[in-house]
């Protein structure tokens, strides 16, 4: 009877975990087919701080945000977010050898 009870608690412990799983992905997706976000939907999306959302926005940063008049909630529009976040692209290898290679076929047609 002990070993059924443990097994049915294990089963229990797995459908949950399984549950909470599936909860966070409709989240996710919720938030994915959105167009416009409250600050709590940004920090999911962006895997920020609520905090360091609020502090980003009080030090004018180019993050792109919107409040409605009043109430002094924060609203991001996904799109917007979403490229403000890829915008600083950072050079891989093959950029950086390209740039040296540019930069010496430049050279050379300088001192010809």
Same mark, same amino acid.
């Given at each position: !009877? ?8 294990? !089963?229990? !412990? =797995?459908? #949950? /975990?399984?549950? &909470?799983?599936? &909860? ?18 940004? #920090? ?11 502090? $980003? =926005? =009080?030090? @004018? ?7 409605? =008049? @009043? %109430? /002094? &909630?924060?609203? +991001?529009?996904?799109?917007? $977010? ?6 600083? &692209?950072?050079?891989? +290898? %093959? *950029? +950086?050898? %390209?740039?040296?290679? *540019?930069? +010496?076929?430049?050279? /050379?047609?300088? #001192? #010809?």
């Amino acid at each position: !009877m002990v070993k059924i009870l443990q097994e049915f608690k294990e !089963m229990l !412990m =797995s459908i #949950a /975990g399984e549950l &909470k799983e599936l &909860k966070e992905t409709v989240r996710m997706s919720t938030i994915l087919n959105k167009e416009v976000l409250d600050v709590n939907e940004a #920090a999911v999306l962006t895997g920020y701080k609520v905090s360091y959302l609020h502090k $980003l =926005s =009080s030090v @004018g940063t180019d993050l792109p945000i919107y409040s409605s =008049s @009043g %109430n /002094g &909630k924060l609203y +991001f529009k996904r799109l917007e $977010l979403l490229e403000w976040m890829t915008k600083h &692209k950072r050079n891989n +290898f %093959n *950029d +950086f050898q %390209n740039q040296v290679d *540019d930069y +010496f076929s430049k050279k /050379g047609k300088k #001192a #010809a």
